[in-house]
């Protein structure tokens, strides 16, 4: 069986890598546009996640108030799924819809039967040895 401490451990360090990926993505897009929120609301929604994780996982790792940071780490897994499922499954579901779409129109096309001159030149323009 894994250890309580280990499994709030890796929580941990998750939340940390939530944090500074949220962190990143926060400065880049404020290089770009202004927030549509307000900056702190911005703040709290984009880091209440990693925020309950990192406290959470502390809880839990101290053995202090175990319960509060089993529920803080269920919380904030539940909102880094509910951010992140939707992109994974749908990126799985695209690979596996282009995996079996036909490429019919890729195939080429062969010109009319009738068309001879696109092939053939005439006899006295050709390339042949007599000339």
Sequence with gaps: MVSRKLIGLVLFVLGLLWALGMAWVHIVMTGITEPVLPLPLHLFLGFIGPALLIVGSLLVIAVWHIRIGIAFCTIACVL?????????????????????????SMKPTAPLRSNFSVFAMTPCRGLSPSR
């Design 80 to 104: 880094l799924t509910w951010w992140i499922g939707p992109d994974s499954v749908l990126s799985v579901i695209d690979i596996g819809v282009a995996s079996r779409t036909s490429n019919h």
